[in-house]
């Protein structure tokens, strides 16, 4: 909560001491833009509890999203290109292209209803990708955030193959420039992080917070074991569904109007 | 008697083995061929001894790596991204652009090859003069590397 206030703090010295009219112009955008995403910014901190740097994350957190498709924008693509931007993504969408997180639009060819949703792992709490692993390299953190770890990860993409949601990709071409606080290169599968390296440092993931400042407020980030909390608040008030709920894999990230 | 003299003969040996590796440390230290690092910016010490960092740097970022993936422990004494933020030389903002650039001069002399590059960022993250200043992580960064040791 401290950060938070200091990050507040920082931002107006900064608007202070800027002199070019643009820069300030700038600024007082981002200020307006800062306040929008506060409301879920502080439940967001309400939750979290700041973990000190030296603290492993527990088992006590179990971070999940809850995305209400009602809200979600009509081609909106807010989402998606935060988390290019957070994690240097290329923002191509071929075959051979990282895509992290995903616009999808379900029809109900009966009925006529439609929705768009956005579709990223799903962070299961029993994850078919770690079970067919064969190096150990794709695990899941003791907060419940699935991951690759690319120094061990051989690139066989198995899997790839066992995820029910397409939710990993294969980077085949050689990078650079990668950002500092998400190497990414050739020859490792990747997939959603929850944008890990913001979690650990008290904020939520880009994609929440873009289509937070987007208007729509269709996502929502929070420890799903904090009974008090509010995504478990509006689990256990609203109706929602995990995608392939048959599948018995208690996904992290949960729908609602689907 | 015999378990002395061998044992003399071991020492002579090791004498022996010592001279040979002072050496070319000597001619070395004439101005040969080690690499010449760039200065390093920002704190004016390493975080360990330079002697220390040189032979064990890779043990440190390995045990740090897991540490950071595996657990989410995010100190930043050792970490690569700290190496990177002091190591990055003037010319060319980079660690590992080009030969005389730090990883790579010392690398290239030890005949090592060195794989950190093809995942991790080889320059530091661009500071608020490319970055917006009221950009989140921005923020949020500055603010947590107070806190770590
Ligand atoms: S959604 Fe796919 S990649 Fe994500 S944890 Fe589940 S199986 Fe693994
Ligand atoms: S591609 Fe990498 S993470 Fe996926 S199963 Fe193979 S070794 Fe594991």
Redesign the interface.
């Known amino acids: 909560m401290n ?1 938070h206030e ?2 507040h703090a ?2 107006s010295v ?1 608007t202070l001491t ?1 002199d070019t009219a643009t ?1 300030r112009d ?2 007082k955008a ?2 307006v833009v ?1 306040g929008a995403t506060l409301a879920p910014g502080v439940l967001f901190y309400g939750v979290a509890h700041s ?7 527990s088992k006590a957190v179990r971070w999940g999203m809850l995305i209400n498709t009602q809200k979600c924008g009509d081609g909106c693509k807010s989402c998606v290109t935060a988390c290019n931007e ?1 994690n240097g993504l290329s923002g191509k969408t071929g075959p051979q292209d990282s895509q992290w997180i995903r616009k999808v639009d379900i029809r109900n060819l009966q009925t006529g209803a439609h929705h768009e949703l956005p579709m990223l792992c799903q962070h299961c709490e029993n994850p078919p990708c770690v079970d067919v692993c064969p190096t150990g390299a794709s ?1 899941k ?3 419940g955030i699935v ?1 690759v ?3 061990i990860c051989i690139g066989c993409r198995y899997c790839m193959m066992a995820c029910p949601y397409k939710a990993r990709s294969l980077v085949h071409e ?2 650079t ?5 998400v ?4 020859g ?1 599968v990747e997939a959603c992080t929850f944008c ?1 390296q ?1 979690v ?4 939520a993931p880009a994609c929440v ?1 873009a289509c937070t400042q987007a208007g729509h407020n269709a996502m929502l980030f929070g420890n799903l074991n904090d009974a008090e909390g509010p995504i478990a608040k509006a689990l256990k008030s609203m109706a929602s569904t995990e995608v392939r709920a048959d599948l018995n894999l208690n996904t992290g990230v949960r729908y609602q109007g689907i | 008697m015999m378990a002395k003299s061998l044992l003399k003969r071991g020492i002579g040996v090791m004498l022996f083995a010592v001279g040979g590796l002072l050496a070319p440390l000597s001619v070395a230290q004439a101005g040969v061929d080690v690499p010449k690092l760039p200065p390093a910016k920002g704190a004016s010490k390493c975080v360990e001894d330079t002697d220390f960092m040189r032979r064990n740097h890779m043990d440190l970022l390995k045990h740090h790596r897991d540490d950071t993936l595996r657990l989410g422990i995010r100190t930043t004494k050792h970490s690569l991204k700290g190496c990177v933020e002091c190591h990055a030389s003037e010319k060319t903002g980079s660690v590992a652009a080009n030969k005389e650039d730090f990883c790579v001069a010392c690398h290239s002399y030890a005949s090592v090859k060195l794989d950190c590059w093809g995942c991790h960022a080889t320059k530091p993250a661009q500071k608020s003069a490319q970055k917006p200043a009221g950009h989140p992580s921005a923020v949020s960064g500055s603010t947590r590397a107070g806190g770590d040791k």
């Open positions: 950060q200091n990050a920082d931002k900064d800027t820069r700038f600024l981002g200020a800062a973990r000190p740097a030296e603290e492993p994350a957070e695990m953190r003791a907060d991951l770890d690319r120094h050689p990078l420039e990668q950002k500092p606080d190497p990414r290169g050739m490792c890990v913001r650990d440092r008290d904020e917070d």
